[in-house]
């Protein structure tokens, strides 16, 4: 049933954002990631993944694929952490105040305790 509810959701999507990159939830997740900067740490990669999935797509996708993606590394050969739903959740948070990625980047890198630009 959960499983069900995850994939309706899923590939559901929501009209929110003005320039969603794609119409489903999975396909606008999924290229807002592919355009994440190179060079990112795990836990800066979930934050600012998440911050970008919130203000492309939506809050509450930013939510499910952060979720989804732990999940998936659990049942699977992935890494599944509680500090990475952390960093997911801050991101979301981060996604909130500035609509640059540039300024998103600096927020989760605070939030994060990590030294950068």
Same mark, same amino acid.
């Given at each position: 049933?959960?499983?069900?509810?995850?994939?309706?959701?899923?590939?559901?999507?929501?009209?929110?954002? $003005?320039?969603?990159?794609?119409?489903? #939830?999975?396909?606008?997740?999924?290229?807002?990631?592919? #355009?994440? $900067? #190179?060079?990112? #740490?795990?836990?800066?990669?979930?934050?600012?993944?998440?911050?970008?999935?919130?203000?492309?797509?939506?809050?509450?996708?930013?939510?499910?694929?952060?979720?989804?993606?732990?999940?998936?590394?659990?049942?699977?050969?992935?890494?599944?952490?509680?500090?990475?739903?952390?960093?997911?959740?801050?991101?979301?948070?981060?996604?909130?105040? $500035?609509?640059?990625?540039?300024?998103?980047?600096?927020?989760?890198?605070?939030?994060?305790?990590?030294?950068?630009?």
């Amino acid at each position: 049933m959960v499983s069900a509810l995850l994939v309706a959701s899923s590939l559901a999507g929501c009209a929110s954002a $003005p320039e969603r990159p794609a119409s489903s #939830t999975l396909g606008c997740a999924q290229a807002v990631v592919a #355009t994440l $900067p #190179t060079g990112l #740490t795990d836990p800066e990669k979930h934050c600012l993944a998440s911050a970008s999935i919130a203000l492309q797509c939506s809050p509450f996708e930013a939510w499910l694929a952060g979720w989804g993606k732990e999940v998936r590394d659990a049942l699977g050969d992935g890494d599944a952490a509680r500090e990475d739903l952390e960093a997911n959740r801050l991101g979301r948070q981060c996604a909130e105040k $500035p609509d640059d990625a540039g300024e998103m980047l600096v927020c989760c890198r605070r939030g994060l305790g990590v030294a950068g630009d």
